[in-house]
């Protein structure tokens, strides 16, 4: 369904018991709402969770911002290695803004967060500096931005700004499933005919690259997160594969140091996706990070 959140479309899932614990999910650089495994979801809505999935901005059935233009990633990178501001047509903040609306919308006072990849960035604004309206926080495979950090190989970043070989849905989604044999689960490899299936028809849903390019100069301009870490009250749970090419592990190791109380989860063999065979361990530290909130 779509909604008016912030003052822009956004296309909603919501699914599980009206009345259940609000918890939102938001997904990474790109991604549409249905990366979140619908497996997932179940998983979360028969532990009685009401699960809200969404489309960021300029992404998916959302509101696109096509007018504000494509930008150079070059200039941005070049940019951002000088030390030099960098600015987007708009921010993680802004997107974090579309998630409160979306909860804004659905009458919702306070959910329980869970965001993956660029969504735990977008999450950390959340949790900061909305800490009244987050029940608990699970951050998946993010980052706090932190210079020191260590990088994707020069492999993984010549795999990030390989083109499809062509706008057919089919070959965009065998492009989608090559760069994620690079980036994903070593341990836990899908069924390739499975995972065709599915990106394909992610793909067939929407497909659109210009709105990647600017969520991606959102994440270059907002730069270190550090500051915001300390802010962060909510029970926080930080899921992190030890084998990651995009988000080297050291990244989440950081993040649970840098926030209170925070449980670091670092599963041997995960890579930078949602492998089936791990969605049950996903699931139960969601419920586990939220029982903290219920306790506290």
């Given at each position: ?7 822009i ?29 619908d ?6 809505v028969?532990r ?60 919702l ?11 735990g ?30 990088q ?5 970043r ?22 994620l044999?690079?980036i ?12 065709r ?15 990647t ?15 915001l ?68």
């Amino acid at each position: 369904m779509k909604i008016s959140a912030n003052g822009i479309a956004i296309e909603v899932d919501d699914q599980g018991p009206a009345n259940g614990e609000p918890l939102l999910l938001i997904m990474g650089l790109g991604m549409q709402l249905v990366a979140w495994p619908d497996e997932l979801v179940q998983m979360l809505v028969s532990r009685g969770f009401r699960v809200i999935r969404f489309d960021n901005r300029d992404i998916g059935l959302s509101q696109h911002f096509d007018p504000l233009g494509v930008p150079s990633m070059a200039w941005a990178g070049m940019r951002w290695a000088l030390h030099l501001p960098v600015h987007s047509p708009y921010t993680l903040g802004d997107m974090a803004a579309d998630a409160l609306g979306v909860l804004d919308a659905l009458g919702l006072q306070s959910a329980h967060v869970c965001g993956a990849s660029m969504g735990g960035m977008i999450a950390q604004h959340l949790a900061a500096e909305h800490p009244q309206r987050l029940r608990s926080l699970t951050l998946m495979m993010t980052t706090s931005g932190a210079r020191g950090l260590p990088q994707p190989s020069a492999a993984v970043r010549r795999a990030l700004i390989r083109r499809p070989a062509g706008a057919d849905p089919a070959l965009v989604a065998e492009h989608l499933q090559w760069l994620l044999g690079i980036i994903g689960s070593p341990a836990y490899r899908p069924d390739p005919e499975w995972l065709r299936r599915r990106l394909l028809q992610s793909v067939q849903r929407s497909w659109h690259p210009a709105g990647t390019a600017r969520q991606l100069l959102a994440v270059i301009a907002d730069g270190d997160r550090t500051p915001l870490l300390a802010r962060i009250q909510a029970p926080t749970r930080v899921v992190h594969g030890r084998d990651d090419p995009l988000v080297p592990v050291a990244a989440g190791l950081e993040l649970a140091r840098s926030i209170g109380a925070a449980v670091p989860d670092i599963v041997p063999g995960m890579g930078h996706d949602l492998p089936l065979q791990l969605l049950p361990h996903f699931a139960t530290g969601i419920a586990e990070n939220a029982a903290r909130w219920r306790v506290a």
